[in-house]
T-cell receptor, first 117, second 117 residues
Framework: AQSVTQLDSHVSVSEGTPVLLRCNYS??????LFWYVQHPNKGLQLLLK??????LVKGINGFEAEFKKSETSFHLTKPSAHMSDAAEYFC???????????????FGSGTRLSIRP | GAVVSQHPSWVICKSGTSVKIECRSL??????MFWYRQFPKQSLMLMAT?????????EQGVEKDKFLINHASLTLSTLTVTSAHPEDSSFYIC?????????????FGPGTRLLVL
């Protein structure tokens, strides 16, 4: 069984300070993990993904995440927040054992990131 | 690359009418597409998995006769909300996975906002 937990429903940081959005997962198979960002009334944009290659994954807009198997975590970080980073962020876990369409992805509940001037 | 479009972007309809939403992969072929529903300030809920040339697989609790899915080609899936009621008002988002892709990456459309009066 798969699950994903985003530990904070809302995170608020000052512009220019680091961002940490936490995500823990559970998966019966080797998981693929993703972070997506959703701006208000918009669709989802892929920030980064982990698919069993390097454990430190760099994404767009200065974001990165580290896959830690021992901690079953995939936290999202950014060294310096920008006002445009204010959005909803979703951590996603997927098990993909082949080309079967039976694989599914599970969304976390989301973390709303607010940036203070 | 990997662009997914949805049409319409928003629709307002009267209760009892049917609404069709299109999801297209613009620059890649997608054997599998997914339909999600998102309520305000909540995460995405997978409704069904749409497979080209075969019947869709619905998640538990989703009425297949209410939400008709057709995936007639490798670039197009449609979701028809039949006899829509106000409780069907929501943000519907589709995603597509590239055919033959060994990576579990889904590309999301911009979403369709449905308001049933």
């Amino acid at each position: 069984a798969q699950s994903v937990t985003q530990l904070d429903s809302h995170v608020s940081v000052s512009e220019g300070t680091p961002v940490l959005l936490r995500c823990n997962y559970s998966s019966s198979y080797s998981p693929s993990l993703f972070w997506y960002v959703q701006h208000p009334n918009k669709g989802l944009q892929l920030l980064l993904k982990y698919t069993s290659a390097a454990t430190l994954v760099k994404g767009i807009n200065g974001f990165e995440a580290e896959f830690k198997k021992s901690e079953t975590s995939f936290h999202l970080t950014k060294p310096s927040a920008h006002m445009s980073d204010a959005a909803e962020y979703f951590c996603v876990v997927s098990s993909f054992t082949g080309y079967s369409s039976a694989s599914k992805i599970i969304f976390g509940s989301g973390t709303r990131l607010s940036i203070r001037p | 690359g990997a662009v997914v479009s949805q049409h319409p972007s928003w629709v307002i309809c009267k209760s009892g009418t049917s609404v069709k939403i299109e999801c297209r992969s613009l620059d890649f072929q997608a054997t599998t597409m997914f339909w999600y529903r998102q309520f305000p300030k909540q995460s995405l809920m997978l409704m069904a998995t749409s497979n080209e040339g075969s019947k869709a697989t619905y998640e538990q609790g989703v009425e297949k006769d209410k939400f008709l899915i057709n995936h007639a080609s490798l670039t197009l899936s449609t979701l028809t909300v039949t006899s829509a009621h106000p409780e069907d008002s929501s943000f519907y988002i589709c995603s597509a996975r590239a055919t033959g892709s060994s990576k579990e990456t889904q590309y999301f459309g911009p979403g369709t906002r449905l308001l049933v009066l």
